[in-house]
């Protein structure tokens, strides 16, 4: 406990190295509110954002190849909703194969307990963050990323060459912006979730209780359930997929609860 609290101390300390060097104004309630509790402490986050990336990978069948950060030229980055003009602005200065991407969420969180990762990841599927999932590192340290699937990728140019009209990008903008909007009811919805799961365990002790272990009852409850639904909507000997939502991912969601130790 005691060795957390100074590695927490020191990590808080550190300088923010991200290419802002400042947390984004709209998850920076979230992150105080956990690095204000014992058991947790936030190593990096980000609250969402539309991305311009030009890279040399090519764009192989219409599906755009991944841009490594190190060799790519980034032609527009907003944490706020833009307009074509922006986006037609930005590509003008490209020169090789451009990506247009919605980012949403995500956070990460380094957990003093396994009981205390649990909650949040209660918090943040209920919160509409399905990808979520807990990961336990080989020295012992539990960290828990909020993550979803509310994303979007698609190729604009090709060495340079506009291959899509200004409609379609007007088009492209308004689906991103509103994956931006819904992206904040999100992140609205996680703080208020997490706010009263914080205040209902009563401040988050990592000690045994028998609150703690309610709290771990219920959340075995749910993690059954959702893998019983998740099996639900799997392929039927037909071949059938019943009622799987857009952006859903069964088997990704399997393996995150799989590699939960209860």
Same mark, same amino acid.
Not at 138 to 165: D, N, Y
Not at 186 to 206: N, P, Q, T
């Given at each position: 406990m005691a060795a957390f609290g100074r590695w927490k101390a020191q990590r808080l300390a550190r300088a923010d190295c991200s290419r802002r060097g400042a947390l984004d104004e709209r998850v920076a309630g979230v992150v105080r509110l956990l690095n204000g509790r014992a058991p947790f402490c936030t190593t990096s986050s980000c609250s969402g954002r539309l991305v311009l990336a030009e890279g040399g990978a090519a764009v192989s069948a219409g599906v755009p190849a991944a841009v490594p950060k190190k060799h790519c030229r980034w032609l527009l980055v907003a944490h706020e909703p833009c307009g074509r003009a922006d986006v037609m602005a930005a590509l003008e200065k490209a020169t090789g194969d451009v990506v247009f991407k919605f980012e949403p969420f995500v956070l990460h969180v380094l957990c003093q307990e396994l009981q205390d990762a649990q909650l949040l990841h209660s918090v943040a599927i209920e919160s509409g963050? =399905?990808?979520?999932?807990? #990961?336990?590192?080989?020295?012992?340290?539990?960290?828990?990323?909020?993550?979803?699937?509310?994303? +979007?990728?698609? /190729? !604009?140019?090709?060495?340079? =060459? !506009?291959?899509?009209?200004?409609?379609?990008?007007?088009? +492209?903008?308004?689906?991103?912006? %509103? =994956?931006?909007?819904?992206? &904040?009811?999100?992140? $609205?919805?996680?703080?208020?979730? +997490?706010? &009263?799961? +914080?205040?209902?365990?009563?401040?988050?002790?990592?000690? /045994?209780? #028998? $609150?703690?272990? %309610?709290?771990? &009852?219920?959340?075995?409850?749910?993690? =059954?359930?959702? #893998?019983a639904q998740v099996q639900d909507v799997l392929p039927t000997p037909e071949g059938r997929r019943e009622e799987l939502e857009p952006g859903d991912d069964p088997e990704g969601s399997l393996e995150i609860l799989a590699g939960i130790t209860l």
């Open positions: 963050f =399905k990808n979520s999932g807990i #990961t336990v590192g080989r020295g012992g340290k539990i960290m828990m990323a909020v993550r979803s699937a509310h994303c +979007l990728e698609v /190729p !604009l140019s090709h060495m340079g =060459k !506009l291959m899509v009209s200004e409609e379609y990008i007007e088009f +492209l903008v308004h689906v991103a912006n %509103q =994956k931006m909007e819904e992206n &904040a009811r999100r992140i $609205d919805r996680f703080y208020k979730h +997490l706010e &009263a799961a +914080l205040e209902a365990a009563g401040g988050v002790s990592s000690s /045994p209780s #028998t $609150d703690a272990g %309610q709290a771990r &009852a219920v959340y075995v409850r749910r993690r =059954k359930r959702r #893998t």
